[in-house]
Protein backbone atom coordinates (compact mmCIF):
# COMPACT_ATOMS: atom_id res chain seq x y z
CA UNK A 1 0.00 0.00 0.00
CA UNK A 2 1.32 3.32 -1.29
CA UNK A 3 1.98 5.96 1.72
CA UNK A 4 -1.20 8.09 0.95
CA UNK A 5 -3.39 5.32 0.84
CA UNK A 6 -2.21 4.30 4.01
CA UNK A 7 -3.03 7.41 5.77
CA UNK A 8 -6.41 7.39 4.10
CA UNK A 9 -7.11 4.09 5.54
CA UNK A 10 -5.47 5.53 8.80
CA UNK A 11 -8.18 8.32 8.86
CA UNK A 12 -11.33 6.53 7.74
CA UNK A 13 -10.05 3.83 10.79
CA UNK A 14 -10.54 6.45 12.89
CA UNK A 15 -13.89 7.93 12.02
CA UNK A 16 -15.02 4.91 11.99
CA UNK A 17 -13.71 4.06 15.59
CA UNK A 18 -12.34 7.62 17.41
CA UNK A 19 -9.13 6.21 18.31
CA UNK A 20 -6.73 4.05 17.02
CA UNK A 21 -3.52 2.12 18.45
CA UNK A 22 -0.15 1.90 16.89
CA UNK A 23 0.41 -1.43 16.99
CA UNK A 24 -2.38 -2.53 15.79
CA UNK A 25 -1.74 -0.09 12.69
CA UNK A 26 2.03 -1.32 11.88
CA UNK A 27 0.18 -4.97 11.99
CA UNK A 28 -2.30 -4.07 9.58
CA UNK A 29 -0.59 -2.28 7.22
CA UNK A 30 2.72 -4.61 7.49
CA UNK A 31 5.00 -1.70 8.22
CA UNK A 32 7.26 -0.49 11.11
CA UNK A 33 6.00 0.96 13.98
CA UNK A 34 8.64 3.73 13.37
CA UNK A 35 6.55 4.34 10.01
CA UNK A 36 3.37 4.18 11.67
CA UNK A 37 4.58 7.18 13.81
CA UNK A 38 5.42 9.13 11.13
CA UNK A 39 2.08 8.81 9.44
CA UNK A 40 0.79 10.03 12.81
CA UNK A 41 3.46 12.58 13.32
CA UNK A 42 2.41 13.97 9.54
CA UNK A 43 -1.48 13.30 10.32
CA UNK A 44 -1.10 15.63 13.29
CA UNK A 45 0.71 18.69 11.97
CA UNK A 46 -1.90 18.55 9.13
CA UNK A 47 -4.36 18.90 11.81
CA UNK A 48 -5.77 15.28 11.22
CA UNK A 49 -5.97 13.97 14.25
CA UNK A 50 -4.67 14.08 17.45
CA UNK A 51 -1.64 11.80 18.37
CA UNK A 52 -2.09 10.11 22.13
CA UNK A 53 -0.06 7.56 24.18
CA UNK A 54 0.39 4.34 22.37
CA UNK A 55 -1.65 5.74 18.96
CA UNK A 56 -3.91 8.71 18.05
CA UNK A 57 -7.78 10.13 18.48
CA UNK A 58 -10.11 12.03 16.23
CA UNK A 59 -11.57 13.42 19.34
CA UNK A 60 -11.44 17.03 19.83
CA UNK A 61 -9.32 18.62 22.27
CA UNK A 62 -8.18 22.34 23.25
CA UNK A 63 -6.22 22.83 20.18
CA UNK A 64 -7.37 20.35 18.23
CA UNK A 65 -11.17 20.17 16.20
CA UNK A 66 -12.22 16.56 14.69
CA UNK A 67 -12.81 15.82 10.97
CA UNK A 68 -16.06 16.94 9.07
CA UNK A 69 -16.84 13.73 8.49
CA UNK A 70 -16.90 12.47 12.35
CA UNK A 71 -18.72 15.20 13.48
CA UNK A 72 -21.33 14.71 10.98
CA UNK A 73 -22.23 11.72 12.77
CA UNK A 74 -22.17 13.19 16.51
CA UNK A 75 -25.19 14.23 18.09
CA UNK A 76 -27.35 14.18 15.29
CA UNK A 77 -30.94 14.93 17.29
CA UNK A 78 -29.23 18.32 18.66
CA UNK A 79 -28.61 19.34 15.72
CA UNK A 80 -31.40 18.80 14.19
CA UNK A 81 -33.47 20.62 17.28
CA UNK A 82 -31.18 23.80 16.61
CA UNK A 83 -31.14 23.84 12.87
CA UNK A 84 -34.94 23.88 13.45
CA UNK A 85 -34.22 26.82 16.00
CA UNK A 86 -32.43 28.92 14.18
CA UNK A 87 -34.79 28.53 10.93
CA UNK A 88 -37.35 30.20 12.53
CA UNK A 89 -35.32 33.58 11.88
CA UNK A 90 -35.23 33.07 8.71
CA UNK A 91 -38.17 34.49 6.49
CA UNK A 92 -38.28 34.00 2.22
CA UNK A 93 -36.31 36.73 0.71
CA UNK A 94 -33.65 37.06 3.17
CA UNK A 95 -29.86 36.78 2.35
CA UNK A 96 -28.32 34.38 5.26
CA UNK A 97 -24.55 33.69 5.42
CA UNK A 98 -23.81 30.07 7.37
CA UNK A 99 -20.21 29.19 8.05
CA UNK A 100 -18.28 25.63 8.04
CA UNK A 101 -18.81 22.93 10.20
CA UNK A 102 -21.28 19.72 10.61
CA UNK A 103 -23.97 21.63 12.91
CA UNK A 104 -24.41 24.24 9.95
CA UNK A 105 -24.53 22.07 7.37
CA UNK A 106 -27.96 20.97 8.58
CA UNK A 107 -29.37 24.54 8.63
CA UNK A 108 -28.80 24.56 5.54
CA UNK A 109 -30.57 21.37 4.49
CA UNK A 110 -33.35 23.10 5.39
CA UNK A 111 -33.26 26.25 4.14
CA UNK A 112 -35.47 25.23 1.28
CA UNK A 113 -38.12 25.04 3.16
CA UNK A 114 -37.88 29.26 3.25
CA UNK A 115 -37.42 30.03 -0.64
CA UNK A 116 -36.56 32.32 -1.90
CA UNK A 117 -33.26 32.82 -0.12
CA UNK A 118 -29.90 33.91 -1.30
CA UNK A 119 -27.70 31.65 0.52
CA UNK A 120 -23.97 32.59 0.88
CA UNK A 121 -21.54 30.22 2.50
CA UNK A 122 -18.44 28.56 2.30
CA UNK A 123 -19.69 25.43 3.49
CA UNK A 124 -18.84 22.72 1.06
CA UNK A 125 -22.14 20.37 2.18
CA UNK A 126 -24.45 23.55 2.15
CA UNK A 127 -23.12 24.45 -1.29
CA UNK A 128 -23.31 20.39 -2.80
CA UNK A 129 -27.30 20.51 -1.38
CA UNK A 130 -28.02 23.50 -2.38
CA UNK A 131 -26.37 24.21 -6.17
CA UNK A 132 -29.12 22.80 -8.37
CA UNK A 133 -32.41 24.21 -5.85
CA UNK A 134 -34.63 26.24 -7.86
CA UNK A 135 -35.52 29.51 -5.37
CA UNK A 136 -32.28 29.32 -3.91
CA UNK A 137 -29.69 31.87 -5.45
CA UNK A 138 -26.23 30.50 -3.92
CA UNK A 139 -23.57 32.40 -3.66
CA UNK A 140 -20.59 30.09 -2.63
CA UNK A 141 -17.51 31.30 -1.49
CA UNK A 142 -14.37 30.14 -3.01
CA UNK A 143 -11.24 29.98 -1.10
CA UNK A 144 -8.67 27.00 0.15
CA UNK A 145 -10.43 24.05 0.35
CA UNK A 146 -9.98 21.63 3.89
CA UNK A 147 -10.92 18.64 3.92
CA UNK A 148 -10.97 18.81 7.66
CA UNK A 149 -13.80 21.34 7.56
CA UNK A 150 -15.21 20.46 4.30
CA UNK A 151 -14.95 24.31 3.37
CA UNK A 152 -13.34 27.19 1.67
CA UNK A 153 -10.74 29.22 3.76
CA UNK A 154 -8.09 31.76 3.18
CA UNK A 155 -7.70 34.96 1.85
CA UNK A 156 -9.59 34.31 -1.27
CA UNK A 157 -12.87 33.49 0.94
CA UNK A 158 -11.94 36.66 3.57
CA UNK A 159 -11.84 38.69 0.90
CA UNK A 160 -15.16 37.71 -0.89
CA UNK A 161 -17.15 37.80 2.23
CA UNK A 162 -15.88 41.58 2.97
CA UNK A 163 -17.70 42.14 -0.04
CA UNK A 164 -21.43 41.05 0.20
CA UNK A 165 -23.57 41.84 3.18
CA UNK A 166 -26.41 39.49 5.08
CA UNK A 167 -29.28 39.99 6.90
CA UNK A 168 -28.08 37.38 9.49
CA UNK A 169 -25.19 35.32 9.69
CA UNK A 170 -25.75 31.76 11.89
CA UNK A 171 -21.87 31.32 13.05
CA UNK A 172 -21.03 27.59 15.06
CA UNK A 173 -18.24 27.01 17.52
CA UNK A 174 -16.67 24.23 19.58
CA UNK A 175 -16.30 25.95 22.65
CA UNK A 176 -17.65 29.07 24.52
CA UNK A 177 -15.76 30.08 28.03
CA UNK A 178 -17.02 32.89 30.25
CA UNK A 179 -17.66 35.89 27.62
CA UNK A 180 -15.24 34.57 25.06
CA UNK A 181 -15.82 32.02 22.04
CA UNK A 182 -13.13 30.14 20.91
CA UNK A 183 -11.78 28.05 17.64
CA UNK A 184 -8.93 26.04 17.61
CA UNK A 185 -8.15 27.12 13.79
CA UNK A 186 -7.03 30.64 12.65
CA UNK A 187 -7.94 30.27 8.97
CA UNK A 188 -11.48 29.13 10.68
CA UNK A 189 -11.91 32.11 12.62
CA UNK A 190 -11.14 34.91 9.75
CA UNK A 191 -13.48 33.36 7.95
CA UNK A 192 -15.93 33.46 10.52
CA UNK A 193 -14.81 37.04 11.73
CA UNK A 194 -15.28 37.98 8.00
CA UNK A 195 -19.13 37.10 8.04
CA UNK A 196 -19.40 38.34 11.60
CA UNK A 197 -18.74 41.97 10.04
CA UNK A 198 -20.72 41.42 6.99
CA UNK A 199 -24.01 40.34 8.67
CA UNK A 200 -26.37 42.96 9.93
CA UNK A 201 -27.36 40.27 12.81
CA UNK A 202 -25.22 37.01 14.04
CA UNK A 203 -26.32 34.02 15.94
CA UNK A 204 -24.21 32.09 17.40
CA UNK A 205 -24.63 27.73 17.97
CA UNK A 206 -23.14 26.06 20.50
CA UNK A 207 -23.41 22.35 21.82
CA UNK A 208 -24.60 22.65 25.53
CA UNK A 209 -21.88 20.44 26.44
CA UNK A 210 -19.14 23.09 24.87
CA UNK A 211 -20.30 25.08 27.34
CA UNK A 212 -16.97 26.66 29.65
CA UNK A 213 -14.47 24.77 27.35
CA UNK A 214 -11.95 27.31 25.69
CA UNK A 215 -9.90 26.15 22.76
CA UNK A 216 -6.41 27.77 20.93
CA UNK A 217 -8.25 31.20 19.93
CA UNK A 218 -10.34 33.48 20.99
CA UNK A 219 -12.51 34.89 17.76
CA UNK A 220 -15.33 36.36 19.27
CA UNK A 221 -16.91 38.19 22.60
CA UNK A 222 -20.50 36.89 23.19
CA UNK A 223 -22.09 40.76 23.25
CA UNK A 224 -21.09 40.68 19.15
CA UNK A 225 -24.30 37.97 18.32
CA UNK A 226 -27.88 39.08 19.07
CA UNK A 227 -28.70 35.19 19.99
CA UNK A 228 -27.43 32.05 21.44
CA UNK A 229 -29.27 28.29 20.09
CA UNK A 230 -28.12 25.77 22.10
CA UNK A 231 -29.58 22.28 22.30
CA UNK A 232 -30.11 21.71 25.98
CA UNK A 233 -29.78 23.93 29.14
CA UNK A 234 -26.12 24.68 29.70
CA UNK A 235 -24.39 25.47 33.28
CA UNK A 236 -25.77 28.19 35.88
CA UNK A 237 -22.71 30.04 35.31
CA UNK A 238 -22.75 30.69 31.44
CA UNK A 239 -26.04 31.08 31.61
CA UNK A 240 -25.94 34.23 33.93
CA UNK A 241 -22.50 35.28 32.11
CA UNK A 242 -25.25 35.32 28.65
CA UNK A 243 -27.78 37.38 30.95
CA UNK A 244 -25.02 39.95 32.19
CA UNK A 245 -24.18 40.71 28.81
CA UNK A 246 -27.71 40.83 27.43
CA UNK A 247 -27.87 38.09 25.28
CA UNK A 248 -30.93 36.18 24.75
CA UNK A 249 -30.39 32.25 24.88
CA UNK A 250 -32.90 30.17 23.14
CA UNK A 251 -33.12 26.42 24.38
CA UNK A 252 -34.07 24.36 21.43
CA UNK A 253 -35.22 21.67 23.99
CA UNK A 254 -36.81 17.75 23.08
CA UNK A 255 -39.86 18.77 24.72
CA UNK A 256 -40.44 22.24 22.27
CA UNK A 257 -40.64 20.38 19.24
Partial sequence: MKRDDRRQAIMDLLVDQRMVDLEDLADRFGVSKMTIHRDL??????????????????????????????????????????????LELIEPGMTVMINDGSMASILGDMLVSKRPLTVITNNAAIIDRLKAESGINLIAVGGTYSVKFNGYFGVVAEQALA???????????????????????????????AMIASASRKCLLVNHQRFNHTALHVFADINEF???????????????????????????SQESN
Fill in 163 to 193: RLSADVAFISTPAISGSRVYHMDDDVIRAKR
Fill in 41 to 86: DDLEEAGMLRKVRGGATIEAGNQFESDFRFRQQQEGDAKNRMAEAA
Fill in 226 to 252: ELVITDQEPPADAREILTKANVPLRVA
